[in-house]
T-cell receptor
Framework: GAGVSQSPRYKVAKRGQDVALRCDPI?????LFWYQQALGQGPEFLTY????????KSGLPSDRFFAERPEGSVSTLKIQRTQQEDSAVYLC????????????FGQGTRLTVV | QKEVEQDPGPLSVPEGAIVSLNCTYS??????FMWYRQYSRKGPELLMY????GNKEDGRFTAQVDKSSKYISLFIRDSQPSDSATYLC???????????FGSGTRLSIRP
C-alpha cells in the first residue's frame, strides 16, 4: 500500500486482557516507530526498530509492553494484562533510515480498556 | 521540563487571518525541526521540516527556527477552515532515532 497501515483501528479490551496491535510500514522503509498518544497530548515515543533490530525500547512504560518486527517489515505491539491507563491511541510510523525527519504515520489504533 | 514545549491552545481565529504557532526546546544539540498536522481521529501528517536556523516557505506555510533563543514557529497565511487541526512541533533526538513531540496546539479557523 501507499501508506502506513495499522489494524485494528479500534480495540476495546477488558482489564487484564492481552492485545496485539499490527503495523504495516511503507514498503522499503527500514525504520519503524511506535508511539502512544493520550487524549490532548502529543505522541510519546515507545520503541524504534531498524529492520528487525529493536534499537531503542526506552519508552516502553512497563514489561507488559512488548514489540517485535521479526522479518524487518510488519511489526506487532503487544500489551499484556491491559490496565485502564493503557487506554490511548497507538501510532506507528516508518521512515527511510537516514530520513527520520520524514517519518510517515499510520492512522493509529485507539485502545480502550474497560 | 519537557524537551519540546508547546502552548496547547486552543487557538481560534477568523478565516483569512495569519496564524502563528510556537514551540520552545531545551537541547541546543537539536538540529532538525518538523511540523506535523493532525486532524481529529487521524495520524500526524508531516507538513514541513527545517534544518538549523532560518526560514522555510511552502505555499501558505512558513517555518522559522531561531537557534539563539531555541524558538520554533509556524506561520499560516490566509488561513482556511480546512487548516483547523492540531499542530505538533517535533525534533529527532538524533539521527535515525526517536522523534520528540510537543503536546500540540489545537487550532480552529472560523468561517
Amino acid at each position: 500500500g501507499a501508506g502506513v497501515s495499522q489494524s485494528p483501528r479500534y480495540k476495546v479490551a477488558k482489564r487484564g486482557q492481552d492485545v496485539a496491535l499490527r503495523c504495516d510500514p511503507i514498503s522499503g522503509h527500514v525504520s519503524l516507530f511506535w508511539y502512544q498518544q493520550a487524549l490532548g497530548q502529543g505522541p510519546e515515543f515507545l520503541t524504534y526498530f531498524q529492520n528487525e533490530a529493536q534499537l531503542d525500547k526506552s519508552g516502553l512504560p512497563s514489561d507488559r509492553f512488548f514489540a517485535e518486527r521479526p522479518e524487518g517489515s510488519v511489526s506487532t505491539l503487544k500489551i499484556q494484562r491491559t490496565q485502564q491507563e493503557d487506554s490511548a491511541v497507538y501510532l506507528c510510523a516508518s521512515s527511510s533510515v537516514d530520513l527520520n525527519t520524514e517519518a510517515f504515520f499510520g492512522q493509529g489504533t485507539r485502545l480502550t480498556v474497560v | 521540563q519537557k524537551e519540546v514545549e508547546q502552548d496547547p491552545g486552543p487557538l481560534s481565529v477568523p478565516e483569512g487571518a495569519i496564524v502563528s504557532l510556537n514551540c520552545t526546546y531545551s537541547n541546543s544539540a537539536f538540529q532538525y525541526f518538523m511540523w506535523y498536522r493532525q486532524y481529529s481521529r487521524k495520524g500526524p501528517e508531516l507538513l514541513m521540516y527545517t534544518y538549523s536556523s532560518g526560514n522555510k516557505e511552502d505555499g501558505r506555510f512558513t517555518a522559522q527556527v531561531d537557534k539563539s533563543s531555541k524558538y520554533i514557529s509556524l506561520f499560516i497565511r490566509d488561513s482556511q477552515p480546512s487548516d483547523s487541526a492540531t499542530y505538533l512541533c517535533a525534533t529527532p533526538y538524533s539521527s535515525a532515532s526517536k522523534i520528540i513531540f510537543g503536546s500540540g496546539t489545537r487550532l480552529s479557523i472560523r468561517p
